[in-house]
């Protein structure tokens, strides 16, 4: 099946400092990929939707200019974290899809992200 | 977005058939059902699906509802390794966005 992969698998920061994590479709090309958030025991949030080439999409109540998105090829997005403080930690989770409409969503493994 | 409703918890033992309700009395009529799973500490992985007719696949068997307020997930012999979070999805709005839900824990005694 498809691949989706995810550097790095876990990361620890000090409040103020941005972080970067890479979604990457290893086999496919992945026209449209999504970013999840995950508190412990609580289900995957949406963050935002992003189609490659084009400005993502994001859902209600998150901040863009906090959560940058940018998918610049059909085989990579990348979430920057920006100013991470210690409420921003969580598990940060992207699927990605190869059609527009429904199509399977493959999941990479995740990210636990710590801000100190 | 149609909401599904699906049980907190579920038990079962090795070996034995699961099955994993789901209502979705709200679906609209191009509504797919989709179901993941939720290992700990890992993504989801993908299930199987369905619009309207009952589907199988290597993994497991989804029964959807004639009228298609409800459908059954079923593990027809359950392992340890199925011990995850079942989460039932309505799917298929614009670029495939999925809602996740609380899901159902499924508990496998050996």
């Known amino acids: 099946g498809a691949v989706v992969s995810q550097h790095p698998s876990w990361v620890i920061c000090k409040s103020g400092t941005s972080v970067k994590i890479e979604c990457r479709s290893l086999d496919f090309q992945a026209t449209t990929m999504f970013w999840y958030r995950q508190f412990p025991k609580q289900s995957l949030m949406l963050m935002a939707t992003?189609?490659?080439?084009?400005?993502?999409?994001?859902e209600q109540g998150v901040e863009k200019d906090k959560f940058l998105i940018n998918h610049a090829s059909l085989t990579l997005s990348t979430l920057t974290v920006t100013s991470a403080h210690p409420e921003d930690s969580s598990f940060y989770i992207c699927?990605?899809?190869?059609?527009?409409?429904?199509?399977?969503?493959?999941f990479g493994p995740g990210t636990r992200l710590t801000v100190l | 977005d149609a909401k599904t409703t699906q049980p907190n918890s579920m038990e079962s033992n090795e070996e034995e058939p699961v099955h994993l309700p789901c209502n979705h009395s709200t679906i609209s009529g191009t509504d797919y059902i989709h179901w993941y799973r939720q290992l700990p500490s890992q993504g989801p992985e993908y299930v199987i699906h369905?619009?309207?007719s009952n589907v199988n696949n290597r993994m497991a068997s989804l029964a959807i509802a004639e009228d298609r307020k409800s459908s059954t997930l079923i593990l027809h012999r359950a392992t340890l390794r199925d011990a995850a979070v079942y989460y039932c999805i309505l799917g298929g709005t614009s670029y495939g966005k999925l809602t996740f839900g609380q899901g159902t824990i499924l508990t496998v005694h050996p």
């Open positions: 699927s990605a899809s190869e059609g527009f409409s429904f199509n399977e969503q493959f």
């Open positions: 992003s189609n490659e080439g084009s400005k993502a999409t994001y």
């Open positions: 369905g619009l309207t």
